[in-house]
């Protein structure tokens, strides 16, 4: 273009950073504050993998209260035996600490942080592994109605072990990538059964059976002819927390300065040397 047309045009640009795989965006004003780090999740004994799904047709809201509510996991994943846990949480320096004991002795961690963030420790997935599983999640709204995730997993493998893994992985990846959103909405439209999907190898299951659950309470559900009882005290303190935080800023006083600090990463090691 001719000038001074092409002089007046810009494209604006916003300052990234990669780190543990994922490229992270500042969209405010003024300069980028720090990108938190992660320690933990930058080891290198460990497989580290990036999963992500993009603009699931709910509120970010859901998935969040998902995470708490891990009582949850007998309805929405079936698991037949295992039986309904024993929840117990609290508010931490970062958000919620919770942990969840199954009548069998299994137990399951979950460190959210506010506003939006999620570590869950849990048992290792096979005998080749040297101890826990960690992810750490993003859940990050795109409107009032879609969220995205974006996950990093750490798989505690080396060697030969971790090789084999990712091929794996690489192996599954190419014959299932985008499966479960199309097969969850196929469910949801009534054309398909999560029972019809059991024992599919081109898709993760509990994907799935996750979609279905978070996208049929609705966009945005109605909360108000709810009944919440003793296994829902991790959504309870996640409503009182964001409620609080938000007259906060309504009433113009600072909210609470979330921080991972070294007695939230603690107690996460203290449960994986527990599991492990």
């Known amino acids: ?14 300052p990234t950073e990669e780190y543990l795989g994922l490229i992270f965006a500042y ?39 998902k ?15 295992l039986g309904i846990p024993t929840v117990s949480v609290e508010e931490s320096d970062w958000g919620i600490t919770m942990n969840a004991r199954r009548p069998g002795g299994e137990l399951r961690a979950v460190q959210f942080g506010m506003p939006n963030l999620m570590h869950n ?24 109605e879609h969220h995205s995730s974006f996950n990093v997993k750490l798989v505690h493998l080396t060697g030969a072990a971790a090789d084999a893994h990712e091929e794996r992985r690489r192996a599954w990846l190419a014959n299932a990538a985008g499966n479960e959103p199309w097969l ?17 190898k081109d898709i993760t299951i509990t994907a799935v059976q996750d ?17 919440l009882g003793g296994s829902d005290v ?8 964001w409620m609080r935080e938000l007259q906060a800023l309504a009433e113009g ?22 599991t492990g």
């Not at 991790?234 to 927390?241: D, M, S």
């Not at 979330?258 to 090691?269: G, K, L, M, P």
């Open 121 to 144: 420790l849990k048992p290792r997935g096979s005998e080749e592994e040297t101890a826990w599983r960690d992810d750490i999640s993003w859940r990050v709204p795109v409107d009032d």
């Open 67 to 81: 995470h708490v509510d891990y009582a949850r996991t007998e309805f929405v994943h079936r698991k037949t035996g």
């Open 184 to 200: 969850a909405e196929e469910v949801l439209a009534g054309r398909l059964t999560v029972a019809e999907l059991r024992g599919r």
């Open 234 to 241: 991790g959504v309870v303190l996640l409503r009182a927390i």
């Open 253 to 274: 006083t600072p909210p609470k300065a979330w921080q991972r600090t070294e007695r939230v990463v603690s107690t996460s090691s203290e449960f994986a040397m527990v």
């Open 27 to 65: 969209l405010g004003e003024g300069a980028a504050p720090p990108l938190p780090r992660y320690p933990d999740f930058e080891r290198d004994d460990a497989v580290r993998q990036v999963e992500i799904y993009l603009a699931r047709p709910c509120n970010y809201f859901q998935v969040l209260e």
């Open 1 to 14: 273009e001719p000038t001074p047309f092409c002089e007046r045009i810009a494209i604006r640009a916003y």
């Open 211 to 227: 979609h279905v659950y978070q996208v049929g309470l609705g966009a945005i559900p109605d909360r108000e002819a709810e009944h």
